[in-house]
């Protein structure tokens, strides 16, 4: 059943077609650690931005392999941009996905910090 999620002001909106995860993934890099990032990733077609585009900036760090984008607004950065081996991809930050119950993912950590 494809879910919607959104920024904290509302201003931007996404849905991603497939079902909710029950599996997502928590990184303790210098970014993901300071932002409290719960992700999962989906390609790209899944994806549809439904509102904000034009309420969007970019940030990229590091290898500039991920393309954060947040809300101009209120700050939240509610998904990013990125390649995957499989294609164009979106890391969809489940905390910005209300109908995501955090406490009932299984969380797999990754140790972007060592990177």
């Known amino acids: 059943m494809p879910y919607t999620g959104s920024c904290h002001c509302g201003a931007v909106t996404f849905s991603v077609a497939a079902d909710a995860p029950?599996?997502?993934?928590?990184?303790?890099?210098?970014?993901?650690?300071?932002?409290?990032?719960?992700?999962?990733?989906?390609?790209?077609?899944?994806?549809?931005?439904?509102?904000?585009?034009?309420?969007?900036n970019d940030y990229l760090f590091y290898k500039h392999a991920i393309t954060h984008q947040f809300c101009k607004t209120c700050g939240t950065e509610a998904f990013a941009l990125g390649k995957s081996p499989n294609g164009p991809m979106r890391a969809i930050n489940l905390r910005c996905v209300p109908a995501v119950d955090i406490d009932a993912l299984t969380i797999n950590k990754v140790d972007g910090a060592s990177f």
């Open 22 to 56: 029950s599996e997502a993934m928590t990184c303790n890099c210098s970014h993901c650690s300071r932002k409290g990032f719960v992700l999962t990733f989906v390609p790209a077609d899944q994806f549809t931005l439904d509102s904000g585009a034009d309420e969007l």
